[in-house]
């Protein structure tokens, strides 16, 4: 059975920085496709970036330029390095694996001003 664990979520100031990770079990992703998305309060799940197998990642407009999504073959996680966070940051970020239609239980992101 796949699993994915998230970690590395924690209250940070506006400004500063924080790197997530997805760590998977069951399976490698290798090159597979895995997504971040994240859910503010009372908002709809919206996601945040994606890496493929081929071509760059693609990011959401809100994030572009801030966050940067990447893998850790070694250890067969899937980083998301966020960069001058924001308010609006604020949500409990998931990793999600399509191939294997399967979340993560989510970490918090909490953005202080």
């Known amino acids: 059975q796949v699993q994915l664990v998230e970690s590395g979520g924690g209250l940070v100031q506006a400004g500063g920085s924080l790197r997530l990770s997805c760590a998977a079990s069951g399976a490698t992703f290798s090159f597979e496709t895995v997504a971040w998305h994240r859910q503010a309060p009372g908002q709809q799940r919206e996601l945040v970036a994606t890496?493929?197998?081929?071509?760059?990642?693609n990011y959401a407009d809100s994030v572009k330029g801030r966050f940067t999504v990447s893998r850790d073959y070694a250890k067969n996680v899937v980083l998301l390095q966020m960069n001058s966070l924001k308010l609006e940051d604020t949500a409990v970020y998931y990793c999600y694996w399509p191939r294997y239609n399967t979340w993560g239980q989510g970490t918090q992101v909490t953005v202080s001003s």
């Open positions: 890496i493929g197998s081929g071509g760059p990642p």
